[in-house]
């Protein structure tokens, strides 16, 4: 009798521990899977991702007479490296449209660059968002801490929000302003959204526009108040 208690409460015994084993390989199925699919990632980044392509739309809002003749998308990973550039379309016709949309694209990215560019290259704008941003946005405002930004991820090792964080308060104190949406749908170029074409001086000629633009970018980089 005591031989079969023995026996049967070392089945028991391995009863349990192949329970608690299985367990475990359970448990541990989820971050195989997870790991397996980060190492089949092409471009190595970790940031949004979705197997099936899709569109990205995109708004390039400008004064109407800074008509944009190239818009592209360029996809970035978390290091801020260039991964794929595709082009936008204008969703419609006439120098009111806003929108832009690519072709279907699937990609690993972390964030996005707006590009946009007038005829013959006279004006070129840049900005950044994050790639699941809803429909982000490029306009005067977001371009003009493109610099401040990337000094800022660069030099001092910051995160692009934190980094987004400071390059927006720098562009408040400039203009004097209180925590206004750059990046708002609504956003349409009067109000405060034209104070930085009068500061370029936008309604002496395209070219002083443009420099005064990018001397405005670097003062607002380098932390300076608007005169």
């Known amino acids: 009798e005591e031989r079969g208690a023995e026996v049967a409460s070392r089945f028991i015994y391995l009863e349990q521990m192949l329970y608690r084993i299985l367990i475990c390989v ?27 392509p899709m ?4 708004h390039v809002s400008f004064e109407y007479n800074i008509v944009p003749e190239v818009v592209n998308v360029t996809f970035l990973d978390s290091s801020f490296q260039g991964i794929k550039t595709v082009p936008a379309k204008p969703m ?18 972390a964030y996005l660059r707006i590009y946009m560019a007038t005829s013959n290259k006279e004006m070129e704008f840049s ?6 941003d809803y429909s982000p946005r490029l306009n005067i405002y977001t371009a003009a801490v493109v610099g401040t930004i990337e000094k800022l991820m660069d030099e001092l090792s910051m995160s692009y929000d934190s980094a987004w964080a400071e390059a927006y308060a720098r562009l408040d104190d400039f203009f004097g302003i209180d925590n206004y949406d750059y990046r708002n749908r609504g956003y349409n170029n009067t109000g405060y959204e034209f104070l930085p074409y009068i500061y370029c001086r936008y309604f002496v000629s ?4 443009y420099s005064d ?3 405005m970018r670097k003062a607002i980089e380098a932390g300076e108040w608007g005169d």
């Open 127 to 132: 900005g950044y968002a994050k790639v699941d």
């Open 92 to 109: 419609g016709e006439g120098y009111l449209v806003d929108l832009f949309v690519t072709d279907p694209v699937a990609v690993h990215a």
């Open 55 to 58: 569109p990205y739309y995109v």
């Open 206 to 209: 395209d070219s002083v526009f």
């Open 26 to 52: 359970l448990a541990l199925l989820p971050f195989v899977a997870c790991s397996d699919g980060e190492s089949s990632n092409p471009s190595g980044s970790d940031g949004a991702y979705d197997d099936t």
């Open 213 to 215: 633009f990018r001397e």
